[in-house]
């Protein structure tokens, strides 16, 4: 973004303001103040973490610094005004400068009117606010973190409320569309949305078993509590089967209401001195691993590498996006590893199916997880085992740049790639506990 002056200041933050939504007591400062110079280089945003992109930054001139200073209550030094995306989120930050921590505080008070801690903090002499169309608790929290405004904790301890459909068979490219139907139908109880759910349901069998993540699987504890409550429950591997008599259903879609407490770490480790056995390296329908072709390319990307997490981490750098395979088309996709290879695109259980084919075809063990992103969205990712270590959590879809950790919340997994998940409603997510992380002291 160039540098910006009078009267083209004025324009552009209005255009701002109606583009996003932004209702901001310091947004309506800025507007009447006038005057804003760009300033690219804040070393705030130097060196982003990956998923987090700048989009502009501008600076309030010195010489509005008084006005605003007056209307916020205390003295400031240094106004920034910036737009980011966070995993796929837009959302506003404000970073107001104090000449004192008296100040800051006063500073603080004026906009705690309006809004509370995660949108709006203090450390030291600088104020952060968080400001945007449709931002959360999620957005606002995982900007903290990833911006290192709040030193990120080493767990989050979450909890889930999710409506899940008991699925049998699928049509994994009907997944997405079906769930899109369902937040419509909430939202509007059309005969029409019923009837497009209806329709995408023909492509599904439905039954009475509800496949969760083995709870055993995670590094942190795990607890499900389902409703109705299931008639029995049975363990294989890295899955747990939950059985039913009778379900509630939703549009003719039967489900269970999932209540997830789950703890996770910074590390996304699951230690184990259990070997897998070779029936994870193994190829199956979705993941075939014993493609002639398949099988090649997997060897010519892991040559030289000895070790599992060293071929692991050349598949995933052979994965990032833009570079063999492009992020993009249908949204939810799921084409098969074959076809992906082929035309170079997907979403993220695509990725995710040609890390597992790759990793087997290489022979390391490896599995797929699902879940929900922290503030994002669905999701499914992978895990392989390293040897001496256990199984390692690795997001393929960022090729391995977004580390799985904190914010990846497992709750499905598969070995033989037979994972059909279905949403009725946006699952409720939210954290029990994240061991009180503090702000980091700003220069």
Request: aromatic share 8%; charged share 20%.
């Amino acid at each position: 973004m160039g540098r910006l002056t009078y009267p083209h200041v004025a324009k552009e933050i209005a255009m701002r303001i109606v583009r996003m939504g932004l209702g901001s007591f310091i947004l309506s400062i800025l507007l009447a103040a006038g005057v804003v110079a760009a300033e690219p280089d804040e070393s705030l945003f130097r060196d982003l973490p990956p998923g987090v992109f700048l989009i502009d930054n501008t600076i309030i001139s010195d010489s509005q610094s008084d006005k605003i200073s007056q209307k916020l209550g205390g003295n400031i030094v240094r106004l920034n005004n910036a737009r980011l995306t966070v995993h796929g989120r837009s959302i506003q930050i404000n970073i107001i400068t104090a000449d004192t921590a008296g100040s800051s505080e006063r500073i603080l008070a004026t906009l705690q009117r309006n809004k509370l801690p995660p949108f709006c903090f203090r450390t030291g002499k600088t104020v952060i606010e968080y400001v945007g169309k449709d931002i959360d608790e999620a957005l606002a929290r995982k900007t903290s973190y990833e911006l290192r405004l709040i030193e990120k904790p080493p767990q989050i301890t979450y909890q889930v409320e999710a409506l899940l459909a008991t699925i049998d068979q699928a049509d994994y490219m009907a997944c997405n569309p079906l769930f899109q139907r369902f937040l419509a139908f909430n939202k509007n109880q059309s005969p029409e949305t019923s009837q497009q759910i209806q329709q995408l349901a023909e492509k599904f069998v439905f039954g009475h078993e509800l496949a969760l993540r083995n709870p055993s699987c995670n590094a942190g504890a795990a607890t499900y509590r389902l409703t109705p409550a299931p008639q029995q429950q049975k363990s294989s591997g890295a899955v747990i089967r939950f059985s039913f008599s009778d379900l509630p259903q939703q549009v003719g879609v039967p489900y269970v209401t999932t209540n997830i407490q789950i703890v996770v770490n910074h590390e996304g480790v699951f230690p184990t001195a259990e070997v897998p056995g070779k029936e994870l390296t193994t190829p199956t329908h979705f993941w075939p691993s014993d493609d002639a072709d398949i099988r090649t390319l997997a060897l010519q990307i892991t040559q030289g590498k000895q070790s599992n997490g060293a071929k692991a981490m050349a598949i995933l750098e052979w994965l990032a996006p833009g570079k063999n395979i492009r992020y993009g088309g249908q949204v939810g996709s799921r084409w098969g590893t074959a076809k992906v290879l082929k035309q170079r695109y997907g979403h993220c259980w695509d990725f995710s199916d040609c890390f597992v084919t790759l990793a087997r075809a290489a022979g390391v063990p490896s599995r797929q997880v699902g879940g929900w992103l922290y503030g994002a969205s669905g999701h499914v990712w992978a895990e392989f085992y390293r040897e001496g270590v256990g199984w390692q959590q690795v997001d393929p879809t960022g090729g391995g740049k977004l580390r799985c950790g904190l914010y990846h919340i497992p709750y499905f997994t598969t070995e033989d790639g037979a994972m059909p998940i279905v949403y009725l409603a946006m699952p409720k997510i939210e954290i029990v506990s994240d061991q009180q992380p503090n702000p980091i002291p700003q220069r």
